[in-house]
């Protein structure tokens, strides 16, 4: 059974950083894109970062290129997103993902997690 656990959610003021972790098992972690998403109340699912596993390219939505950061331990089966610069608007409860292949669309990935929330203050 794959499980994907996310955990370092929280509240911050705008500026600040905070980094989210996503634990993996149930699945062979090196032969899958890990990504994250989030979605905002009232707004659809967005794509936020993507890491392939078959060329190691990083993948980032404009809104967040350059302040967060997405990384992989695959000794671990962990998977990291950290957030950097902060804005209110990129308060919403962030998914972690895994699927076969780095893609934007949400709905070619096959397995997510419960969720965590990000609350970023003015």
């Known amino acids: 059974q794959v499980q994907l656990v996310e955990s370092g959610g929280g509240l911050v003021q705008a500026g600040g950083s905070l980094r989210l972790s996503c634990a993996a098992s149930?699945?062979?972690?090196?032969?899958?894109?890990m990504g994250w998403f989030r979605q905002a109340p009232g707004k659809e699912r967005e794509f936020v970062a993507a890491?392939?596993?078959?060329?190691?390219?990083?993948y980032y939505a404009d809104s967040v290129k350059g302040r967060f950061t997405i990384s992989r331990d695959s000794a671990k089966n962990l998977v990291y997103l950290q957030m950097n610069s902060l804005k209110t608007e990129d308060t919403a409860v962030y998914y972690c993902?895994?699927?076969?292949?780095?893609?934007?669309?949400?709905?070619?990935?096959?397995?997510w997690g419960q969720g965590t929330q990000v609350t970023v203050s003015s």
């Open positions: 149930g699945l062979t972690f090196s032969s899958y894109t």
């Open positions: 993902t895994a699927g076969a292949r780095a893609t934007r669309r949400d709905y070619e990935y096959d397995y």
């Open positions: 890491f392939s596993w078959s060329d190691t390219t990083r």
